[in-house]
């Protein structure tokens, strides 16, 4: 996600320093215009607005807390804008750590995929102060079609966990209706032109059926990432006092296709459903 969403930086006329864990892959950033920066430390130490963008909450810990992270140099008065997906209460704590030093924190988790950072066309879900966000506008409009302010800090995260929540129920849906139809011999392609122009329409039917009629599952957002976020929700969930049976059903059968097929889309759910069928 990180690359493709600083070309289109780079593309707009950003002055970027990138740094990544795996120092190789700065190489194709390089070439395009990017500086490189050694440790988070040093690609912070004279940004207006620093982007992160890795796996899980412990990941965002370490980039901004470590011994190179960023609270080592962030300039007071800078933004530091976590677009990964992660707890909601470390969120908050992060932001607090932060506001001590006078640097501002937005949390602005993304949805679309692989597919919306290559295009620009991510959604973006902000927590934070206004001020903040308005500050780090022009760099998430250079990344995304949509962002919107949704609360403050951590309101950004909690948002993600209701995109998860239903997007999980989306995929699963959609895995059952297919192998149903499948299995009573219609003509899939002729359901899919149907059922495309009514209330089932939706991006998860119009970009992952084929996938699933295929049996085929190219990444655009992995299975593994998803089962990690619908665990974000679960314990959010807990916290606010609500149940989630059809999210604990999509978090088993993830669970299940995890250790083997985890690093596939996350379409690869209808290969369960199409198991239990007998296809």
Request: glycine fraction near 10%; hydrophobic fraction near 45%.
């Amino acid at each position: 996600m990180g690359a493709p969403m600083a070309h289109n930086l780079l593309r707009a006329g950003f002055d970027v320093t990138v740094h990544n864990r795996t120092r190789s892959k700065e190489e194709a950033l390089a070439a395009e215009g990017a500086s490189r920066a050694a440790t988070p430390a040093e690609a912070a130490a004279d940004a207006d607005v620093v982007v992160t963008i890795v796996s899980d909450t412990p990941d965002v810990e370490q980039v901004l807390f470590g011994p190179d992270g960023i609270s080592q140099t962030a300039r007071p008065g800078s933004v530091v804008v976590d677009m990964s997906t992660i707890s909601p209460k470390a969120t908050r704590a992060f932001g607090e750590r932060l506001a001590t030093s006078g640097v501002g924190f937005l949390d602005a988790p993304v949805s679309g995929g692989s597919e919306g950072a290559e295009k620009g066309t991510l959604t973006i879900m902000a927590g934070g102060e206004t001020a903040d966000v308005e500050k780090a506008r022009p760099v998430l409009e250079a990344v995304g079609s949509k962002v919107t302010h949704i609360g403050p800090c951590g309101a950004g995260q909690l948002t993600k966990a209701v995109n998860q929540i239903i997007i999980g129920g989306y995929f699963l849906a959609l895995a059952e209706g297919l192998v149903f139809g499948i299995k009573a011999g219609l003509d899939m392609d002729k359901v899919i032109e149907a059922i495309s122009q009514g209330m089932c329409r939706s991006a998860v039917l119009e970009m992952r059926s084929g996938n699933m009629l295929a049996d085929d599952y190219p990444l655009g957002f992995k299975l593994a990432l998803h089962l990690k976020d619908l665990e974000i929700a679960n314990a959010s969930a807990q916290d606010v006092g609500v149940d989630l049976p059809l999210t604990q059903l999509v978090r088993n059968i993830e669970k299940s296709l995890a250790d083997e097929r985890g690093n596939e889309d996350l379409s690869v759910i209808a290969a369960d459903i199409r198991r239990r069928a007998g296809l």
